[in-house]
């Protein structure tokens, strides 16, 4: 319940939890840029296909050299995880084939899993969870990602006695950008292909957050958590603010849109139009 006092119980360097990140990219530079100032943890290892820009990118995020020096750096997985004493491994590569595998690796070794990688989880989570129960470690998505704390949301309202009758996120979307693409992806964005470059974004994960393909995916990962069933035309991104939820994610039978009551959905800040939604719920929850 209290994350920071059980940390602080390991704050000396002997008891701090020892941690191997897999995937040095967008959201484990994210991780590794917070690390530094988190007490009782310690990132023992490190796995990226490119572990000389994996160190570059520790650099950029305010590691010192000694920290980097002290750092091990590999670009195998299962090899970082047979060959460090870690607790915890953190899967950030994105790529669902690499994120089963290595939890399997993880399980295998008895080292319990933070699942960054949504799209392993919507793959095969279940059955990861259900491994990992049978071997004793914990396996879990990120928290502080939208489907994660989409899963808290829920199980508040489950624990309180609420009935859910919607869950989901916001994001900007307009049907219009189905047709969007990685090389027409950062017109949508307002930036170049060089200014993109320079900041070391990913095309074909920035088109994902675009064209509704990773909303789908972390959707398809909260039904998986929570039980709350996918619309059977799948999402339909309505416009709606945080005043308008309640009206516009209820049953169609009640006057929203939803085909059954207890469902996933996200939400547009933009309206049909392109105007902004008033009070959107983008990034939100």
Not at 20 to 39: E, W
Not at 196 to 218: H, P, Q, V, W, Y
Request: a negative charge; proline letters at 4%.
């Amino acid at each position: 319940m209290y994350l920071y006092q059980k940390l602080l119980q390991r704050i000396d360097p002997n008891k701090s939890i020892k941690i191997g990140l897999i995937g040095a990219g967008k959201f484990g530079s994210m991780f590794l840029s917070q690390v530094i100032t988190t007490p009782g943890i310690k990132v023992i290892a490190i796995t990226d296909l490119n572990p000389f820009k994996a160190k570059l990118n520790c650099k950029a995020v305010g590691w010192d050299d000694e920290l980097i020096k002290d750092t091990v750096f590999v670009d195998d997985a299962i090899s970082m995880m047979e060959n460090n004493e870690l607790e915890v491994v953190i899967e950030a590569t994105g790529d669902p084939l690499a994120g089963v595998i290595n939890a399997l690796g993880a399980i295998k070794n008895g080292i319990h899993i933070v699942m960054v990688n949504v799209e392993a989880d919507v793959l095969a989570g279940a059955e990861l969870a259900k491994e990992a129960r049978s071997a004793g470690v914990v396996y879990s998505m990120a928290y502080g990602d939208q489907p994660a704390l989409v899963c808290e949301l829920v199980e508040w309202a489950h624990s309180t006695g609420f009935n859910v009758i919607a869950a989901g996120k916001g994001t900007k979307y307009l049907p219009a950008y189905h047709e969007s693409n990685p090389l027409t992806v950062w017109d949508h964005y307002g930036l170049t292909a060089e200014q993109a470059e320079e900041s070391g974004m990913n095309s074909k994960m920035f088109n994902s957050f675009l064209d509704g393909t990773k909303s789908s995916l972390e959707m398809a990962a909260v039904s998986n958590a929570t039980g709350l069933i996918a619309a059977d035309q799948g999402l339909q991104f309505p416009p709606a603010g945080t005043d308008d939820l309640a009206n516009i994610l209820r049953p169609e039978s009640e006057g929203g849109i939803l085909e059954n009551k207890g469902q996933v959905e996200v939400v547009s800040s933009l309206e049909r139009d392109g105007r902004p939604v008033f009070k959107d719920l983008r990034w939100g929850v």
